[in-house]
């Protein structure tokens, strides 16, 4: 599946020291990523955050192909997947600058690039992310000292 991490877990791999509760990932939308991520999606039991359960809803790549943005709850833990997230054009404007992340285990993870994130943070606009810019501006200062 081709994807990047972004938002709060992207940050805390840069060194920022805020905790976050959710998963956030821009995903690739050709049709073969999209199969395969509603695949991992079914798997997960993954449900929209905030819908009624009586609400319908296929998961399936037509539905992702037809919407961008989803926040599910999932058997993992909230997952927000983003087609296209803040000030960016999406997946491929953010795998070219990713980072590879070795978890161990065997599990790489595509992680975006500290400059990518404070991109996406200050487009977001959120008081929230006002904040977040703020600890990953400090974070690329220390960075670039050597910290």
Known sequence: MAYVLIGGL????????TITSDTDLSYARDGENLRRLADALVELKARLRGVDDD???????LTLEQGQNFTF?????????????AGTKGYA???????????????????????????????????????????LTAVREETDRGV
């Open 10 to 17: 992207a940050g805390r791999v840069h060194g920022s020291p």
């Open 55 to 61: 609400v319908s809803f296929v998961l399936d790549a």
């Open 73 to 85: 709850d999932t058997t993992a833990g909230p997952l927000d997947i983003l087609g296209l997230p």
């Open 93 to 135: 404007d953010l795998a070219p600058n990713a980072v590879s992340v070795d978890l161990g285990e065997g599990l790489t993870v595509a992680v975006c690039s500290l400059e990518d994130l404070i991109r996406m943070k200050r487009a977001a606009g959120r008081p929230k992310d006002r904040i977040e810019l703020e600890v």
